[in-house]
């Protein structure tokens, strides 16, 4: 069976620690391991990209594979071609194919028609390649997993809280999402998350007040209140999440240690302050290299190498 990743619980719990241990110990290893050697994967981008682009060209070439960078609005696929097509083409040439595209079943088509694993560089769904970092991350800097608190403030309908919600669940963490009204997680998303979390001792919760969602929390997570392609929703993507920024007086309430994530880039003075952004609780540069280390262990496993 080919393996896919389009989201988060692609990866049981098992697949998940797998992954993690091996991002460490790629991290820990400099020597040169060079399992890609002969194969190529194609790495597609319909939309922008600093992080996810360097890290898998960068981690492809580690791994002594060939990376394809393709920006996705030059290929055919921007003109007639249909997504099960390119896939099928795609699959005679490469060993993988990591696309970043607009909705989920757009990788869900590709993957469907794909005889090499497809993985999720980002939908407007899910962000699970993120979510294996920052579970990297935060293993680093707490020294556990399981039964650990992520609080995610801000968007809740978007990839990162959706990706937090399952990718969290998996590893047992007990993740509360704060979130304006109208910015809710999908329903769909926090019943799998909800399940998943029973069978990890993991848990997951959705409330309205920021103040109460940081209590005592391990981990504060936020993301741009405005993804990429919601520029003119029409909806108000300011005045409601103010309450919702992570700041000074927000940190306080956490757990003594806590640590910060955003999956970056970030809005300085909007969804972050600069004082939490660049205080000793950040994590958000480790969490930033980590998408090459995480990366090149998912590789691994999707390609079987
Ligand atoms: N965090 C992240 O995916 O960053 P890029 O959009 O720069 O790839
Ligand atoms: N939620 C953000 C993440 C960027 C890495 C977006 O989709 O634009």
């Known amino acids: 069976m080919v393996r896919h990743f389009l989201r988060d619980d692609d990866l049981t719990p098992g697949d998940q620690l797998a992954v993690l241990d091996l991002a460490d110990r790629m991290k820990a290893d400099k020597l040169g391991f060079t399992p890609l050697t002969g194969r190529s994967v194609a790495t597609i981008f319909e939309k922008n990209s600093t992080r996810t682009r360097l ?41 993988a194919v990591v696309w970043r595209t607009y909705a989920q079943p757009r990788i869900v088509a590709m993957a469907s028609a794909s005889r090499v694993p497809v993985i999720n560089a980002l939908t407007d769904e899910f962000h699970p390649c993120q979510v294996l970092a920052d579970l990297q991350t935060i293993r680093e800097r707490l020294g556990r997993l399981a039964g650990v608190t992520l609080t995610y403030l801000g968007d809740g309908a978007n990839n990162m809280s959706h990706s937090l919600l399952l990718g969290g669940a998996t590893a047992g963490l007990h993740v509360r999402v704060a979130h304006p009204e109208g910015f809710a997680p999908l329903p769909d998303v926090l019943r799998d998350a909800d399940k998943r979390a029973a069978g990890t001792g993991g848990s997951v919760t959705v409330l309205s007040d920021p103040h109460a969602a940081v209590e005592g929390t391990d981990v504060l997570v936020t993301d741009s209140w405005t993804s990429m392609g919601q520029e003119n929703d029409g909806k108000d993507r300011v005045s409601p999440f103010r309450p919702f920024q992570i700041n000074e007086a927000l940190v306080e309430r956490a757990a003594p240690g806590a640590i910060v994530l955003h999956c970056l880039p970030a809005h300085r003075g909007w969804e972050i302050t600069d004082e939490v952004l660049d205080c000793p609780a950040s994590a958000v540069w480790d969490e930033a290299e980590n998408r090459l280390h995480a990366q090149k262990a998912l590789l691994m496993w999707a390609v079987g190498v």
């Open 55 to 95: 890290s898998f060209e960068v981690g492809i070439n580690q791994l002594g594979g060939q990376p394809i960078v393709i920006d996705g609005r030059t290929m055919q696929l921007g003109r007639e071609e249909t997504i099960e097509d390119t896939s099928r083409v795609l699959s005679r040439y490469v060993d």
